[in-house]
């Protein structure tokens, strides 16, 4: 029997549409049910408070700093290696072998498991360059994770700005330093801050890379060289070995307001440029 | 210019970076692995699943079948929810719709894969176990929870790839008298296979070095699994789970064990960035 070419697209976009609301439904799902779990047990006391007897009450004042820390750390040297890279490959050179090889480490980079992120940061940052498990170890090896994402959202920020921008810039007789710094960065500042800002909350997130070189200590990190556990690794022990079911799912509520938050500030920035720009 | 050649060649050195991380990464996961290997034997090491540390046995034969099992199952469910969120998003979806479709889709890649993996376990493994039996923790609950992960991967860059597809080929598909969906899945998703080809390796690559949720989710027992509701254990969980404790040759065997993964991504996203490469001419993954 041939079904009719009307009757069989009805079908499939039935199941299309229930396949989005599934998605859409599990998202939902697990925000809501981290926040209602969560929320209750959430208060300025739980974010300001130091946990007592291994989390089991108190607060979590030192993975705060810790998850601040760390990933304040590594964007803030992200950043500029990404930005520079991404003036170096959109303003500084042609296309060629070399930002074929450079694109090809940035691609390849993107792909590492953070488990492989955490293994070499431990052999690398913590045991051979002498860091230990520590703050700035972490940092490092966060560093390394979220650099793709910043090298190619501000190469695509910057391959938006139009033209003409250079050549007034050029013809007003700047130099090209004074073009791009001036001209091609002003404009592609919102897209590199989306970068900037998603690349943040993917550290906050991140769990397998801090928990190999961060480690896991609970007491509040004193410097940099100090070992400290993110909220996402506090939340993961946590749960995992059941030692308060109420502070993880406060922990994990902090996660996911943050994240919402990061995305909300990505998604305006984006949206709000995203006319003028294009 | 002067200035402009020193801004020039230090903006050079810098963008090196990314690169020297890579061959940094490489060759330290390599120089902590190795010799394990070499040691005990490539034969053994790989195809024997014989892991007990204490005694000296290191063999990872039945962590690659778990990985394996696990990206499979993960495989068809993010492919399945992937593509159609992309064919929904790029064809079907009115604008309002598709404009709150796409951040719900980006939120979902930012959430914590430690989330994702205790939500598995407080909602889907005692599902699963009720209904279905077995421990629940299972290569079922990793894979159904390594697949909602990878969708945004798949779904983001299969868009791209449908979008590239030149409009005059859906317009030429429409005038002969085509459905949306016959357009869809004649005209489109040929012209667009390369790149939903490489959405898919790079899914699969997110999914073989997923770590945190599946430690949650699978069990993480040694054993070959047997069926999709036995318990498993992944490369990535057997590095996580043991690293804490590990010392001498059990800490090589985890760097070995890194190495083969390592070797396996890197494969995966040859191949993903050879064949998005053809499409596009050049630009890579997107």
Not at chain 1, 184 to 194: D, E, H, M, Q
Request: charged share 10%.
């Amino acid at each position: 029997m041939r079904v009719s070419p009307f009757l069989s697209q009805r079908i499939v976009v039935v199941i299309l549409w229930a396949l989005a609301a599934i998605t859409v439904g599990v998202l939902l799902y697990i925000i809501a049910y981290i926040l209602i779990h969560g929320l209750p047990h959430l208060s300025l006391s739980f974010l300001t408070l130091s946990p007592e007897y291994m989390g089991r009450r108190g607060g979590v004042f030192p993975m705060v700093v810790g998850t601040l820390l760390v990933t304040g750390l590594a964007v803030l040297i992200a950043a500029p290696i990404g930005v520079a890279t991404a003036i170096y490959l959109t303003e500084y050179t042609r296309e060629g072998k070399m930002t074929a090889v450079i694109r090809f480490g940035a691609d390849c980079l993107a792909g590492v498991p953070s488990i492989i992120f955490g293994l070499f940061g431990f052999v690398f940052f913590a045991i051979t360059l002498g860091m230990g498990m520590s703050v700035i170890s972490g940092a490092l090896t966060l560093t390394l994770m979220v650099l793709p994402t910043i090298i190619r959202t501000s190469e695509e920020a910057i391959r938006t700005v139009p033209h003409s921008y250079r050549e007034v810039s050029y013809g007003l007789g700047s130099t090209r330093w004074q073009m791009v710094t001036n001209v091609v960065l002003r404009s592609a500042l919102p897209g590199i801050c989306t970068g900037v800002v998603l690349s943040i909350g993917r550290s906050i997130s991140e769990t397998a890379a801090v928990m190999l070189t961060a480690g896991s200590a609970l007491r509040l990190p004193h410097s940099l060289f100090d070992s400290s556990r993110t909220l996402a690794l506090h939340f993961y022990i946590l749960s995992r070995e059941g030692i308060s079911m109420p502070n993880a799912y406060a922990t994990a509520s902090v996660l996911i307001i943050s994240i919402l938050a990061l995305n909300l500030v990505a998604y305006w920035l984006m949206h709000r440029f995203a006319v003028k720009v294009r | 210019m002067k200035q402009d050649k020193v801004i020039s060649t230090i903006l050079f050195l810098v963008a090196l970076s990314a690169i020297s991380g890579l061959a940094l990464i490489t060759v330290f996961i390599f120089k902590e692995g190795v010799p394990i290997i070499a040691r005990v034997g490539g034969r053994q090491f790989f195809l024997s699943s014989d892991w007990d540390p204490g005694l000296g046995h290191f063999g990872i034969f039945s962590m690659i079948i778990g990985s394996v099992a696990v990206t499979a199952g993960a495989m068809v469910i993010g492919i399945v929810f992937g593509l159609g969120l992309a064919i929904v998003l790029t064809q079907f979806a009115p604008r309002t719709i598709a404009g709150m479709l796409k951040p719900a889709i980006e939120l979902l890649a930012g959430i914590p894969s430690v989330v994702f993996g205790f939500m598995g376990v407080v909602t889907l493994v005692p599902l699963i176990r009720t209904y279905l039996g077995g421990p629940g923790l299972s290569v079922l609950a990793s894979s159904m929870v390594l697949g909602i992960m990878v969708l945004p991967t798949i779904t983001s860059i299969s868009i791209d790839a449908l979008q590239a597809v030149p409009r005059t080929y859906w317009e030429g598909s429409v005038a002969l008298g085509a459905t949306r969906w016959q357009t869809t899945h004649m005209v489109l998703l040929k012209a667009a296979r390369s790149g939903i080809v490489a959405a898919a390796i790079l899914g699969m690559g997110r999914a073989v070095g997923e770590t945190m949720a599946v430690i949650m989710v699978a069990g993480n027992t040694l054993e070959i699994p047997r069926s999709l509701l036995d318990p498993t254990r992944t490369l990535t969980s057997n590095i996580a789970l043991e690293m804490a404790y590990a010392s001498g040759d059990h800490r090589q065997a985890l760097f070995a064990t890194g190495v083969t993964l390592f070797v396996i991504i890197m494969l995966l996203n040859t191949v993903a960035l050879a064949v998005s490469r053809r499409r596009s001419g050049r630009g890579g993954v997107r």
